[in-house]
């Protein structure tokens, strides 16, 4: 036997309301929508934000990398 005192602490739960909740979840859903675009979609000359590549040649190898083809 052991003379140590051993602590037992119990985790607290994190506790969100629901309107809380409910904005997180639309938050990254958007975000992971946006996400989705610019690494899936966006192919340069068909962009939302015209005939500009940055973006696109930004992530091009992670564009590879995924298994998504944008040649």
């Known amino acids: 036997m052991s003379s140590v ?3 037992t602490t119990v985790a607290t739960p994190l506790v969100i309301p629901g309107s809380k909740a409910v ?3 639309v938050g990254t859903a958007l ?3 946006a996400v989705y675009y610019f690494i899936g979609v966006d192919q340069g000359v068909v962009s939302v934000f015209g005939n500009d590549t940055h ?14 083809p944008c040649h």
Do not use: K, N
Not at 55 to 68: A, K, N
């Open 5 to 7: 005192p051993h602590s």
């Open 23 to 25: 904005l997180w979840l």
């Open 31 to 33: 975000l992971a929508l």
């Open 55 to 68: 973006i696109h040649e930004f992530v091009h190898d992670g564009r590879h990398f995924l298994g998504f």
